[in-house]
């Protein structure tokens, strides 16, 4: 069996740990800086105002003036999710998380250890703990595990069986498939709310209305695949911080603590000479919350030029200034080397060293210099029309 643990508004639940008046409050978790305007998780009195997970800010303000706004805090939820999947590791389960607040698990490896598979599911809800409000849901596919946990009563485990998972998937609404807003909206729009409608459609019309999205929609709401889970590899678990005297908001400075965290990373000995995968770079802001991005790299590197200019511009986005600067290892390369080539390609070299002059020639005489001729307008009479003076990147 396919087993899923889901944590409602996990992420206002971290956020509200440094506020818990607020937790019997009508309150709502706030759009992140420059993201769409558009509400988080709520929690119950504000849903009892008429507040909704999605629901525009202005509108939520107008329905509710009372309602507070909790700013996301996404490192100390990222660390809390990780001691999470952690404990639900060291019991016995192989965890794939999905997202924050949101994991499956297999549970034929430890039904015999447990007694069966709902004591095996009360023991991952007592692993998680009584404070986040998780429920649990298994089934012989993976999203009717999920629609079972969505359904299921605070620590409360349900059981759906393969037999029945069309039934039980059929009434239940069609908010619970990864679908953007614009799609949900047109399916409430054609009087599709609940999955059976969606899984009565013929699959071909559903793909030519919705797109790929769609298709897999409409699979879901069938009862989707049984494919197996597979846990996750063990995180690299290397990360360095830099603490500020007082509060930081300069880009200099801000990129120059980077170059101190990213050396102190690769001089680290437990990485063992293996490239970066994946980071993520976070701070802890002067207002309190904080701010997080992760880069995954196309190429593993261990190269800092390369990792600075892959990092460096994530520290636009920072919404205020951050009195501390973190950068974290997520995934590092399996090798130590790469493989290079025995001969190179025909005109490889003479091709490098027109790169290298071009790169001579736009440090000597400024951006912009260098051009290409892209050609637009091939059918134009107009010798002018017909193509385009293009700056190269190279």
Partial sequence: MIACIVIPGFELRVALQRRPRLRLEPAALAPEPGAEPLLGPVTAAA??????????????????????LV???????????????????????????????CAYFETSGVERLYGGLEPALKRALRAVGPEWDARAGAAKRRFAALAAANVARSGQALVVSDEHAREFLAPLPTNLLPLQARQQQELAELGI??????????????????????????????????????????PAELFETLEFPEAVGNEL??????????????????RGGRALRKLALSARLVGGGSWRRTVTLRDATAEPARLRAAIGPKLLDLPAPAVALTLEVLILSESVGSQLELVQPEGAELREHLREGLRQVSAGTGSGSVCTVVEVAPWSRLPEQRALLVPRDD
């Fill in 47 to 68: 849903e009892a105002a008429g507040v909704e997970p999605g629901m525009r800010l202005g509108e939520a303000l107008a329905t509710c003036p009372s309602l507070q």
């Fill in 71 to 101: 700013d996301p805090d996404p490192a100390a939820a990222e660390e809390a999710w990780e001691g999470i999947v952690r404990r639900l590791e060291d019991v016995g389960f192989a965890v794939d998380p999905a997202a924050p607040g």
């Fill in 193 to 234: 709310t609940r999955l059976g409608e969606l899984a009565g459609l013929p699959g071909g019309a559903v793909a030519e209305r919705l797109g790929p999205d769609g298709r897999r929609a409409w699979s879901l709401a069938r009862g989707g695949s049984s494919r197996r889970v597979r846990g996750r590899k063990p």
């Fill in 253 to 270: 400075t801000l990129r120059r603590s980077l170059g101190v965290l990213l050396d102190r990373l690769l001089a680290r000995p437990e």
